[in-house]
């Protein structure tokens, strides 16, 4: 019924009290309420009692075809809400497990979907690279979201929407313009 739409879950401990970049992008999807769905993550869980439930996930989960994960990169990772998200709502019978069948059938329950990553980070471009002080570029970084994204058999998207430098002065302009394009992209998927 929402297949039209683009479900994007924002993974940020702190989205409405702290974040400067995620809620500057939340803010700018939110523009597109016909086309986007912008959830986050930390706060409807904390709402729930801190239980990630499953069952619920799955409903919302199931009424999409496009799924953005948006979060900053901590300890070259997502914050630990995704990770948490990602092991109680990937279930053995729901995403994967028993025999392989088709796509969209009961047990592979991610396959066909496609997926892909917004990632903010507080480096500079230039650092995330094998020459450079991180030594991976962010491809490498979001290695095991694309490894998971196989794993469910869903279309993994392989290039990321990025913003690098987010705590090197950068502008209210500079973020505007990144914000808008990132909007874009989203409705471009
Ligand atoms: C706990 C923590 C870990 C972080 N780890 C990294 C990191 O590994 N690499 C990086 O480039 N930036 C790192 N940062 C910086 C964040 O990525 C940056 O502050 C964030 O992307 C800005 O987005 P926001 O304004 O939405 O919080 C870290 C920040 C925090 C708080």
Request: charged share 25%.
């Amino acid at each position: 019924m929402n297949k039209t739409k683009t479900l994007v879950l924002v993974a940020h401990p702190h989205l409405a009290d702290g974040s400067r970049v995620n809620a500057r992008w939340a803010r700018e999807l939110q523009k597109h309420p016909e086309s986007i769905e912008v959830r986050d993550l930390a706060a409807e869980i904390a709402a729930n009692d801190g239980i990630i439930d499953a069952d619920a996930w799955h409903a919302v989960l199931d009424s999409y075809d496009t799924i953005v994960f948006q979060f900053p990169v901590y300890w070259y990772s997502c914050p630990p809400v995704l990770r948490a998200w990602e092991d109680e709502v990937y279930t053995f019978g729901w995403s994967h497990g028993g025999e392989r069948v088709l796509p969209g059938e009961p047990g592979r329950k991610m396959a066909g979907k496609k997926i892909a990553y917004a990632v903010s980070a507080g480096d500079a471009e230039e650092h995330y690279d094998e020459a450079g002080p991180v030594g991976f570029g962010v491809a490498q970084v979001l290695a095991p979201f694309h490894a998971t994204a196989n794993y469910l058999d869903a279309t993994y998207v392989e290039k990321p929407w990025t913003l690098f430098g987010a705590e090197a002065g950068l502008s209210d302009e500079e973020l505007d313009r990144n914000a808008e394009g990132y909007a874009e992209w989203v409705l471009s998927l």
